[in-house]
């Protein structure tokens, strides 16, 4: 079987777009179309109910996803022993505030070391990393989690995040010397990061859980944008300090004394069942040795 075909049909099982699967494929839309019925015919049974809104996988489709997606691992495993090379493209997804915080040095490092090496950064919430996991879009994430309970990915802790509240200047609760308590800080206004984000959703919990609360909570995908509108003075956040220590340091934010909030485990998750290509294995240790220096 032309494994060009099995490229196509879990491209395609991915995008659920035919035009999707060709722009990312660069091949015309009636090759993919062209690919995707030869398959079809070399297995006798149909793999794509084609829809108005898509192309979907039928129950003979979804079988051969899984067993596909083992014979290109496969084939992968087979060209990097037949080559020798590190080279490649590694994926990596991370929440936002990692991508500007702890993988350039990571990156950085490595264009020294592994010129070969091309890395692309995604960032991405814990949703959207391990969703690209599954696909395959990923081969790499970092997630910004306590737990990571999923069945096809597995995780490791390699650092801690810590955390901390943050406000402006001037603000009534900057530098306060006795420690604001939840009822104080519901009566503020907080700017978090976006859904899914662990330690801004259990901010949250804890903030709509004190009694008769209403906080005005706005949601951010971005960590940039928190931090200005907190350094503007329009109400109070809370991030990783790598992420504010600059700001802190030139006075352009400062710090809220209130509850203790634990650091955050920064998990490497992988696709429990796929190969881990030698290129994203360099990255891994790279990573390691930077979070443990």
């Known amino acids: ?16 777009s035919f035009t999707a699967a060709a722009a990312e494929l660069h091949l015309a839309q009636s090759t993919v179309t062209v690919h995707i019925r030869s398959l079809e015919r070399e297995l006798g049974t149909r793999l794509f109910d084609r829809l108005p809104t898509g192309a979907l996988l039928t129950e003979s489709g979804r079988r051969l996803l899984e067993r596909a997606e083992d014979v290109l691992d496969a084939v992968a495993r087979l060209q990097a022993d037949g080559d020798g090379a590190l080279g490649g493209r590694v994926a990596v997804g991370a929440p936002e505030s990692l991508c500007s915080s702890r993988l350039p040095g990571v990156i950085a490092a490595l264009r020294t070391s592994h010129p070969e090496l091309d890395v692309g950064l995604y960032a991405a919430g814990t949703a959207g990393c391990v969703e690209g996991l599954r696909s395959g879009r990923l081969d790499l994430a970092l997630l910004l989690e306590e737990e990571a309970a999923f069945p096809d990915v597995t995780s490791e802790p390699i650092a801690r995040e810590r955390l901390v509240l943050v406000c402006a200047p001037r603000h009534s609760l900057a530098e306060r010397a006795h420690a604001a308590d939840w009822a104080e800080l519901a009566a503020e206004d907080f700017f978090l990061l976006e859904q899914g984000c662990s330690y801004s959703d ?9 009694p008769g609360a209403r906080p005005r909570l706005t949601r951010f995908g971005s960590v940039d944008a928190a931090r200005s509108c907190v350094s503007a003075g329009l109400g109070l956040a809370l991030l990783p300090l790598t992420t504010v220590q600059e700001h802190l340091r030139q006075g352009q934010l400062a710090r809220v004394n209130g509850p203790r909030f634990a650091d955050v485990p920064v998990r490497l998750a992988r696709h429990r069942r796929r190969w881990t290509a030698p290129a994203a294995q360099t990255f891994a240790r790279a990573l390691a040795e930077h979070s443990s220096g």
Request: proline residues 0%.
């Open 202 to 210: 259990e901010l949250e919990r804890r903030l709509l859980a004190v």
């Open 1 to 16: 079987m032309d494994t060009r075909l099995l490229h196509t049909f879990t491209t395609l099982a991915r995008t659920g």
